[in-house]
Nanobody, 118 residues
Framework: QVQLVESGGGLVQAGGSLRLSCAASGGIFSFNAMGWYRQAPGKQRELVAAITSGGHTNYADSVKGRFTISTDNAKNTVYLQMTSLKPEDTAAYYC????????????WGQGTQVTVSS
């Protein structure tokens, strides 16, 4: 059974940095894309950043230049380096894994809270 284990969330002051990690396990030998989504209270879940197995990246406009997504393909792990954090970055951050094997499979982590104080 596929599991995504996230770590690295916490409380930080505005302007600070955090790094989120998400490790996939349970029979995953490769992936098509991994990414991070976030959901603030009362808002819809939104894409923050995504990366394909080939290294192509995509970022939300609100985080471009501040966040960097990267992977360790050998470890099926995705990272999100967050810098210059703002109070509006406060949300629960969810790791996502997309795998194609005859059809698309979509997996989610349990979420990690990021709180940015002003």
């Amino acid at each position: 059974q596929v599991q995504l284990v996230e770590s690295g969330g916490g409380l930080v002051q505005a302007g600070g940095s955090l790094r989120l990690s998400c490790a996939a396990s349970g029979g995953i030998f490769s992936f098509n894309a991994m990414g991070w989504y976030r959901q603030a209270p009362g808002k819809q879940r939104e894409l923050v950043a995504a990366i394909t197995s080939g290294g192509h990246t995509n970022y939300a406009d609100s985080v471009k230049g501040r966040f960097t997504i990267s992977t360790d393909n050998a470890k099926n792990t995705v990272y999100l380096q967050m810098t210059s954090l703002k109070p509006e970055d406060t949300a629960a951050y969810y790791c996502n894994l997309k795998v194609y094997s005859s059809k698309w499979f979509d997996y989610w982590g349990q979420g990690t809270q990021v709180t940015v104080s002003s």
